[in-house]
């Protein structure tokens, strides 16, 4: 038991310390928060769509920037495509797994606003098919995944792929880098405050 401790909170640091490490990615972190900064600042709003543990992290990153994360400011537009549950399941029985977030997004998404994709391997279907809807709908995709990239790897704008192959690694700085963009979007846009 001890042994796991230890290999585990090692693994995440080191995946850590390589994006600590990386320049570029760096850059890329800073691109996606300053993209919702613009989305925002012209009344757009951010949504998310991830599955399983990537749906916890897409409601926890949204919760950040529509109540607060550090500072009390007014709330910002973003939120998770899956909370409405009676939603998801009338969609996904009627028309299928796939179609839950796309739908959804048809639905609310607007030219001008960003939906960020969220899935570890970069391959969900349901998370491909939101992304071609986004694409249709004129939004702008920050895509958050593992290593490869998967097949999101071509289809956003900007891509924060962890890298790491595992799961549980890429899951925890998905939510590191959700509460740096958090953090930037909050002091750019209510410094003042």
């Known amino acids: 038991m001890h042994q796991i ?27 996606a928060a300053e993209i919702c900064i613009r989305t925002f600042q012209s009344d757009g709003k951010v949504l998310f769509c991830g599955n399983g543990g990537s749906a916890a992290d897409a409601q926890h990153i949204s919760a950040e920037l529509s109540g607060r994360f550090y500072t ?6 973003a939120e998770a495509l899956h909370v409405n549950s009676s939603y998801v399941t009338a969609v ?3 028309y299928g797994y796939d179609d839950v ?10 030219s001008g606003d960003v939906l960020v ?6 391959n969900s279907s349901n998370i491909l098919k939101t992304i071609a809807m986004a694409r249709q709908q004129n939004m702008t ?13 071509d289809l956003c704008d900007v891509l924060l792929n962890v890298p ?8 925890e700085s998905h939510i590191l880098i959700g509460h740096i963009i958090c953090q930037i979007i909050e002091r750019e846009m209510f410094l003042e405050l």
């Open 92 to 94: 996904a029985n009627d």
């Open 72 to 77: 009390d400011r007014p709330p910002l537009y």
């Open 101 to 110: 977030y796309a739908r959804m997004l048809q639905a609310a998404g607007r």
């Open 141 to 153: 995709v920050i895509g958050m995944t593992g290593a490869s990239g998967g097949k999101m790897c």
């Open 117 to 122: 994709a969220i899935s570890t391997s970069g």
């Open 5 to 31: 401790i230890q290999t585990s909170i090692t693994e995440s640091i080191a995946v850590k310390q390589a994006i600590l490490g990386d320049e570029a990615f760096q850059q890329k972190i800073k691109q």
């Open 164 to 171: 790491s192959s595992d799961t549980p690694r890429i899951q």
